[in-house]
RNA sequence: GGGGGAGUGUCCCGAGCGGCAAAGGGGGCGGACUGUAAAUCCGCUGGCUUCGCCUUCGUAGGUUCGAGUCCUACCUCCCCCA
């Protein structure tokens, strides 16, 4: 249910109803009254199952960033304490446990990008940053039972979502993970006491977690808390967002590249670029009301500015100018960039003549020699922008170009330029 | 504790009388068509020094000329009984 923006009073709720970020929200008049009296504090919990964060939580992320702009301030909880008993909700079966040094490493990875996105430090509206390991590996089992064990019912947890979906289609579910939800229902409530925080957002698989917590605050502390969930984002062919053949679109640089995430966005289906726009970017809506209309291959120009605002925003203006300036080489003009990535060579072992198979395969064009191989069968590996046939073919220095390098290309969008050096 | 069932190509689902690099989907990738889109059609979708060799079907052994397929033990999961 998608609720007009004009329902809402207060700029946050209302910013998230015009952005295609609001799903649910308890309470949502009492919440729109509170957003307008006082500075919330809200929070949004980030799990350390990767060492990066990928788009599946970007919209999570924009939401942080929008509350702060409303003028309240945001809590990125690390879930270092609750990926060591792993959330089960969406998940068919259970995930391989991550021993205690890689949740630890993952997190350090994780929060760097956060920094892009919200403005730390301690003033009212500053976004502040703590690991729920901090509460909830202090944790005694039978305090813990006795003062928030009671106050869940087994029969109620059975029928949540993320549980009832495991034992429904017969898949596994461990004692530990039916934890999950108690967990991050504790940590609303502590949260609450420790940073008055009285907000937790999320995506719609969170609800029955969020208001868990709500419930429980309300038991223990006496505590109005507030829950507000956003839409599932998927593409317009209803795939989850964020996966490609080479795995998720990774957040951090090291994972994934400033030009690979700008052609990430470049390349989205035409359906969604309204809704990414409004979603992932923020340009105002009588823009995005413009581009989304535009017809055709103009429809091109939309997703431009949509792949240089989401790239802009994650790695800096300097990374997307260079992102855009690649691309723009590379596919308006069909030369050859400096953008793209390079692979250097010796030059003695060019000048014997390599494979091509072998050369796309040691410069990470392809996975492997046979696999060149079945692009070179199929017309779909190039030289120098040549389709070439032959599965023999060799490469040498003959096959420089006036640049110097020798530009591999598998289809359109993926190349490589060897250096020989 | 007892009885029954399941684990297949490291993307997923899923067939598989002892001859299997292993059916079929989905997804993905490549080609044609386009606008670096969608839809459609075609092809590919273990590795290598490729007329051949090597590694794969939960783990470890065994039977056999030959095992995903049979036997034994173990691991994990599901169901029923106690």
Redesign the pocket.
């Known amino acids: 249910m998608s609720n007009p923006s004009h329902q809402y009073r207060s700029s946050f709720l209302g910013l998230l109803a015009e952005r295609g970020q609001l799903q649910d929200c308890t309470d949502a008049g009492g919440l729109d009254a509170r957003l307008q009296k006082e500075h919330v504090t809200g929070y949004i919990g980030f799990d350390c199952t990767a060492p990066s964060l990928h788009i599946g939580s970007l919209s999570q992320i924009m939401i942080l960033r929008r509350l702060q702009q409303s003028g309240h301030r945001p809590i990125v909880v690390m879930g270092g304490g609750t990926t060591k008993v792993g959330d089960p909700s969406g998940k068919?079966?259970m995930r391989s446990l991550l021993t205690n040094e890689q949740i630890e490493a993952n997190k350090q990875s994780i929060r760097k990008c956060f920094e892009r996105f919200l403005t730390f430090g301690d003033g009212p509206s500053d976004a502040i940053m703590v690991d729920n390991a901090d509460w909830l590996d202090k944790l005694e089992y039978i305090p813990f039972l006795r003062d928030v064990g009671r106050h869940f019912s087994v029969n109620r947890m059975l029928t949540m979502d993320s549980v009832k979906l495991r034992?429904e289609r017969?898949?596994?579910?461990?004692f530990l993970e039916f934890n999950y939800m108690i967990l991050q229902a504790y940590d609303f409530v502590e949260l609450f006491r420790r940073y008055g925080c009285t907000l937790q957002l999320g995506g719609s698989d969170q609800w029955g977690n969020i208001v868990n917590g709500i419930d429980l605050g309300r038991r223990v502390a006496e505590a109005e808390l507030f829950g507000v969930t956003s839409p599932l984002i998927t593409t317009a062919?209803g795939?989850k967002m964020g996966?490609?053949?080479k795995g998720a679109v990774w957040l951090n640089a090291d994972m994934l590249s400033p030009y690979d995430y700008w052609?990430f966005w470049?390349?989205?289906?035409?359906?969604d670029v309204g809704r990414f726009l409004r979603l992932f970017t923020e340009l105002p809506e009588a823009e995005i009301t413009r581009l989304e209309n535009l017809?055709?291959?103009e429809?091109?120009e939309a997703?431009?500015i949509l792949a240089n605002e989401t790239t802009r925003m994650l790695h800096g203006d300097a990374a997307a100018n260079d992102a855009a300036e690649t691309?723009?080489r590379?596919?308006?003009e069909g030369g050859i960039a400096e953008g793209l990535p390079t692979f250097e060579i010796e030059r003695a072992r060019l000048s014997e003549g390599l494979p091509l198979?072998?050369l796309a395969?040691l410069s990470g064009l392809t996975?492997?020699?046979?696999?060149a191989?079945?692009?070179i069968?199929?017309?779909?590996?190039?030289v120098n922008d040549e389709a070439v046939s032959d599965v023999k073919a060799a490469v040498s220095l003959a096959d420089l170009t006036a640049e110097g390098v020798i530009k591999l290309s598998?289809?359109?969008?993926?190349h490589v330029l060897v250096k020989p050096v």
Do not use: M
Request: proline share 2%.
């Open positions: 068919d079966d034992l017969d898949q596994p579910l461990s062919s795939a996966k490609t053949a052609q470049r390349n989205v289906e035409d359906a017809g055709g291959a429809r091109n997703k431009k691309a723009r590379t596919f308006e198979t072998t395969q996975a492997s020699s046979g696999e191989r079945r692009f069968q199929g017309g779909g590996l190039r598998v289809g359109r969008k993926k």
